[in-house]
């Protein structure tokens, strides 16, 4: 089993920086993980991933150019560093890790195992 525990959430104004990290633990990840959110009344979405040798990134348009994904996989480790900040960044930002090969790394149905999530929020 992989448990994933982020960190690295708070309050922050618009226009700031928030680094988010996840931590895997139980076994290696191997292969691509990602961040998605969910906002009070919305649907959980996705706001970015990175394949196993971090040379394939992935971003929701509403965060490309603000929002950028990184691994350590010596260290098992997965962030989101956030800059830039809007409002609407508002969510509980959860990771997320795949356990085998899947061509898509948009979708949740991609993932294999989820963490708790981590509350950020954006003061206007």
């Known amino acids: 089993q992989v448990q994933l525990t982020e960190s690295g959430g708070g309050l922050v104004q618009a226009g700031g920086s928030v680094r988010l990290s996840c931590a895997a633990s139980?076994?290696?990840?191997?292969?691509?993980m990602g961040w998605f959110r969910q906002a009070p009344g919305k649907e959980r979405e996705f706001v970015a991933a990175?394949?196993?040798?971090?040379?394939?990134?992935y971003y929701a348009d509403s965060v490309k150019g603000r929002f950028t994904i990184s691994r350590d996989n010596a260290k098992n480790m997965l962030y989101l560093q956030m800059n830039s900040l809007k409002p609407e960044d508002t969510a509980v930002y959860y990771c997320?890790?795949?356990?085998?090969?899947?061509?898509?790394?948009?979708?949740?149905?991609?993932?294999?195992?989820w963490g708790q999530g981590t509350q950020v929020t954006v003061s206007s």
């Open positions: 990175i394949k196993w040798n971090g040379g394939s990134t």
């Open positions: 139980g076994r290696t990840i191997s292969y691509g």
């Open positions: 997320a890790a795949q356990w085998r090969y899947y061509s898509d790394s948009v979708g949740r149905t991609a993932y294999d195992y």
